[in-house]
């Protein structure tokens, strides 16, 4: 069984930062990607970063020179670090992941979500 495991939200006020962090565990073949979507309320779920086995980075625009992200593959552990926050950066971040994990019979893939952690910035 494969799961998500995500930490680092919290409250923080304007310009300030967090870290997130996510966690796959399970029996995990190769992770090809690794991403963060955020949430707002009354509003659709976006990408914010995404990183992929070999390191290629992808950023909103409306977050890039002040997010980063990193993955440690030993660790299978992606991280965002979250600088120069803002209150429109309040939402429900989420990992997401596209791995390949082994079955019962054969290494089979699939997408898999966190379960989410409020990152809500205010002053």
């Known amino acids: 069984q494969v799961q998500l495991a995500e930490s680092g939200g919290g409250l923080v006020q304007p310009g300030g930062s967090l870290r997130l962090s996510c966690t796959v565990s399970?029996?995990?073949?190769?992770?090809?990607?690794m991403g963060w979507y955020r949430q707002a309320p009354g509003k659709q779920r976006d990408l914010v970063a995404i990183?992929?086995?070999?390191?290629?980075?992808d950023y909103a625009d409306s977050v890039k020179g002040r997010f980063t992200i990193s993955r440690d593959n030993a660790k299978n552990t992606t991280y965002l670090q979250m600088n120069s926050l803002k209150p429109e950066d309040t939402a429900v971040y989420s990992c997401?992941?596209?791995?390949?994990?082994?079955?019962?019979?054969?290494?089979?893939?699939?997408?898999?979500w966190g379960q989410g952690t409020l990152v809500t910035v205010s002053s």
């Open positions: 990183i992929t086995s070999s390191g290629t980075v």
């Open positions: 399970g029996s995990i073949f190769f992770i090809y990607s």
């Open positions: 997401h992941a596209d791995l390949g994990y082994y079955g019962a019979y054969e290494v089979s893939g699939g997408a898999y």
